[in-house]
């Protein structure tokens, strides 16, 4: 009897944590400190990071979908009015603009409070349309799918863009994926090139700054 009790103990104390270690895992993920390249002025006005930090958001550990959350909208409402002589006699006028973003997502593991600082770039086509008396509207499609990975609190976290020039709703999102086996590849080495030479000017006039 006293071997069983032994060996009930043994498993309770091995067990237990275990199992209660399993379960969701809860994280809270903000945007932050975007930045676009200088040739696309409208970038720079309409695309604003989506701060979400405030909600804890939960996911199941190898689960079967991601957890997706928006990081950077689309606001067509922050484009200032035109100049007149831009506009047509019908009273409408376009602008489109086309280039590369970079943003800063902000992930904290819940239970144990660590936390890390990913960049993510990507890249932006934007389609605005004005009419006098209704202001700005469009759409923009994102190209957003690097990826990033790191481990806080012992939970494996792997959180990449989630749009391949499918998506106008005026948001680019992210997958957050918590163990292994995300579904995700690696982004083409091209893509990531291109998002670095179209940011660059952008370090290098912050270089230029500090010195």
Sequence with gaps: ?????SALSFCALTCLPALA???PIAFT?????LTTSPEAPQLGM???????????????????????LGVVAYEPGR????????VHPDGTTH???DGYFAVDVNLVDYASGESAILTL???????????TGSGWSGQTVFWFDE???VTLGGNTYTVWGANRFTDGNGQAAVNVWVGSGAPVATPEPGTLVLAALGLAPIGLRRFRRTK
């Design 1 to 5: 009897m006293a071997v069983r009790l």
């Design 21 to 23: 270690s399993a379960g």
């Design 29 to 33: 993920l903000g945007a932050g400190n």
């Design 46 to 68: 309409a695309l604003v990071p989506v701060v979400t930090s405030t909600a804890t958001r939960s996911a199941e550990l190898d689960s079967t979908q991601p957890v997706t």
């Design 79 to 86: 484009i200032p009015t035109p100049d007149p002589r831009d």
């Design 95 to 97: 602008w489109n603009n």
């Design 121 to 131: 770039h990507g890249r932006a086509h934007m389609y605005s349309n004005y009419a």
């Design 147 to 149: 990826r990033e990975q």
